[in-house]
């Protein structure tokens, strides 16, 4: 299985202020995917992101709010824009692990809390 | 339309003693059913997965699952509880393109 590290693991920002977080993976893959889950909630898909092709975005989520790049085989960037109290949660970056059987495998996730 | 719902938001076993877990699902193609672990402050790690074949599927540290068609169950069971699997549990469903679909999570408690 891949190894996906994610920088920062926890952040406290402002209201109002934009957060870019970072996931790094140690092989090479094709879809690296970017979850949101709030407190005491399930994970609720945000983008998928291809290398050289713009983020897929779930219903719900918009670019404008959480631009992600995705320039190589094994990095991606999810920015958090204009943060608010209801931006705190973890967000967790997950990659392709298997195509035939959809097996994902996850980072450790970065928590932020917006105050 | 997938769904997955699981039976539980917490569960508590004493140590030793057996661990089950409920997640049923629907799907319209026969589905991808997944289990992931998250430890405090972790992501989450795969268990086990049920594709096609032998419908009892044995996963890390113990766990094993059964897809039941019929029941469109995929419960999750150890015989044993230890202390280490005190965790937050996620069934997660997909029928092919990554679009899997987690449960809301069970938490269980292991009391020594």
């Known amino acids: 299985s891949a190894v996906i590290s994610q920088k920062p693991s926890r952040d406290i920002c402002q209201r109002g202020t934009s957060l870019t977080i970072q996931c790094q993976v140690d092989s090479q893959v094709t879809m690296m995917f970017w979850y949101r889950q709030q407190p005491g909630q399930s994970l609720t898909l945000i983008a998928t992101a291809n290398q050289g092709s713009e983020a897929t975005y779930e219903s719900g989520f918009v670019i404008d709010k959480f631009p992600i790049s995705r320039p190589n085989l094994t990095f991606s960037t999810l920015t958090v824009s204009n943060m608010s109290p209801e931006d705190s949660s973890i967000y967790l970056c997950s990659v392709d692990g298997d195509f035939s059987t959809d097996t994902q495998y996850f980072g450790p996730g970065t928590r932020l809390t917006v105050l | ?112």
Not at chain 2, 6 to 33: D, I, K, T, W
């Open chain 2, 1 to 112: 339309a997938q769904s997955v719902t699981q039976l539980g938001s917490h569960v508590s076993v004493s140590e030793g003693a057996l661990v089950l877990l409920r997640c049923n699902y629907s799907s319209s193609v026969p589905p991808y059913l997944f289990w992931y672990v998250q430890y405090p402050n972790q992501g989450l790690q795969l268990l086990l997965k049920y594709t096609t074949g032998a419908t009892l599927v044995k996963g890390i540290n113990g766990f094993e699952a059964e897809f039941k068609k019929s029941e469109t169950s995929f419960h999750l069971t150890k015989p044993s509880a230890h202390m280490s699997d005190a965790a937050e549990y996620f069934c997660a469903v997909s029928d092919g393109g990554f679009k899997t679909i987690f449960g809301a999570g069970t938490r269980l408690f292991v009391k020594a």
